[in-house]
C-alpha cells in the first residue's frame, strides 16, 4: 500500500527506509492492509509462512511423525533459539498452545493450600483474574491486589510491603497488559522479590506473563528473577496463531513442580500406581503438537533477532509515541496509557462515539486495530472512567505514513 518512494519514518528512527522496506518486501500483508494491531497477531514474515507450508506439505508426503522424525534437529533448535531469546537453557523452554495456555501449565503447577494467598496488580490479564477467581472457589485461596503508584503501575512500597506481609503462594505480574500501554517496571520488581525470596526461601513463586512483551523488547530471565515466563509468539514476535512459550527456571524443576494434567509427553509411566516426570521443561509439555507451527516459530524467532531486540524496542516506541501525541491533539479524543514507561499499545476512547463504528469506519480503509472493553480489564477501565477503548499497536515494519493515514482517517470517522 506504501511504497518505497513514500516511505516517512521518525526523525530519529532506528531503522533506515531502505531497512524498513526490506521488512515489507518480507511481509505480504504489508501490501494488503495497514496492520496497527500487532498486539493481536503480527503480521507473519514470509519465512515464517513458507517453513510452515513447507512442513506441511512433507507431512502430507511422508506422513506426520515421520516428517518430525525427519526433521527433529530443527523442531529441537526451537528450544535452543527459544533459550537465546531469554537466557536461559533449551532445557527450561516448552513449547505450548499460546500465552493462555503456558499460564494455566505454570498456575496449576503451584502447590495452593487453602488461604494461600495470590498478590497479584491490578492491570493483570483478564484471563488470568479469571483463573485466580477459579482457584478462590475452587481451592479457597485469596487474591490480594498491589496498590498502583500515581504515574501508573505497580507501586513498589506496596507490592514490598504486601509480599512481606502476606508471604504469598504466589506472586503474579502482567507486564504489558492487553488494554493499555503501561509496561510494568519489572527489573525493580525483579529486585524486590529477589530480596524478599532470599529472606523466605522455597515458599513463595512468581509468574511473569509476557504475551504482550516478548518481541517488543528483550526479555533476559536473569534479571528478571522469575520462576515462570508466559509467552505467545503470535503477536510482536511474529509467529504463528496456537502457539505459546513457557520458561521454567531451574528452581521450580528441581522442586518438582509440574503441570496438573501432565500427559506421556512430561511423564513416564513406570509401575502401576507410580510415574516419572522429565527432568527438564518437557515435563509442561503434551505429547501432540502442530509440529509445522513450532518451526515456524523457530523461524519466526530468529528474524526477531536477527534484527535485534533493543532495535525493535527503540522503534516501537518511537512509533507508539508518534501516534499517541497526534491523537491528544484531537478534540474528543482522550488517550488512556499512563505508567512509568511506555510500549506499543496505543489506547485511547473518543466522547459520544461507538467504537465498532470506528472499528468498521477502519475496516473499509484496510486499517486493522481492535476494539477492548471494561470486562476485558475492569479495574483498569473504572480507575480510568472508559468504559472501552481503540487499540491501536504499531511494529517495526510500519511507517509514519501509516501513523498519519490512520489518525487522519479517525478524524473523518468521528467527525462524519
Known sequence: M?????????????????????????????????????????????????????????????????????????????????????????????????????????????????????????????????????????????????????????????????????????????????NSGLVQPVEEIASIYDSYSQAHPGFTWYILDACQSAGQMKLDVQQLKCDFLSVT????????RGTGSLYIS??????????????????????????????????????????????????AIEYCRNIGEDKIWQQVKLLSGTLRRKLEGIDGIRVLDKGPQLGALVTFTVVNSNPLTIINGLKERKINVVPSYREFGLIDFDEKGAQWAIRASPHYYNTLNEIEIFVESVKEIIRA
Open 233 to 240: 509468539n503470535r503477536k510482536f514476535l511474529r509467529g504463528p
Open 2 to 178: 506504501i511504497s518505497k518512494q513514500e516511505i516517512t519514518l521518525p526523525a530519529n528512527s532506528v531503522f533506515t527506509i531502505d531497512e524498513v522496506q526490506q521488512l515489507r518486501d518480507d511481509t505480504l500483508g504489508c501490501k494488503n492492509v495497514i496492520h496497527l494491531n500487532n498486539a493481536g497477531a503480527g503480521l507473519m514474515p514470509d519465512v515464517v509462512t513458507r517453513a510452515q507450508l513447507d512442513h506441511i506439505k512433507l507431512e502430507a508426503e511422508i506422513g506426520g511423525y515421520e516428517a518430525a522424525a525427519l526433521r527433529a534437529d530443527v523442531i529441537q533448535s526451537f528450544y535452543e533459539q527459544g533459550a537465546s531469546l531469554f537466557n536461559c537453557k533449551p532445557s527450561n523452554i516448552a513449547f505450548t498452545a499460546s500465552a493462555t495456555d503456558s499460564y494455566t501449565r505454570a498456575l496449576s503447577s503451584i502447590p495452593f493450600k487453602t488461604g494461600d494467598i495470590i498478590l497479584t496488580d491490578n492491570d493483570d490479564f483478564v484471563s488470568n483474574q479469571i483463573q485466580f477467581m477459579s482457584l478462590q472457589k475452587r481451592f479457597g485461596v485469596k487474591i490480594v491486589h498491589i496498590k498502583n503508584a500515581a504515574i501508573g503501575g505497580v507501586d513498589l512500597n506496596d507490592l514490598d510491603e504486601k509480599l512481606k506481609k502476606y508471604k504469598p503462594r504466589l506472586l503474579a505480574i502482567t507486564h504489558i497488559p492487553t
Open 250 to 299: 531451574d528452581r521450580a524443576l528441581d522442586f518438582g513442580l509440574e503441570p496438573m494434567f501432565i500427559d506421556m509427553r512430561g511423564a513416564t509411566w513406570t509401575e502401576k500406581d507410580l510415574y516419572t516426570q522429565q527432568p527438564d521443561a518437557k515435563r509442561f509439555e503434551d505429547w501432540e503438537f502442530a509440529y509445522s507451527t513450532v518451526i515456524g516459530t523457530k523461524v
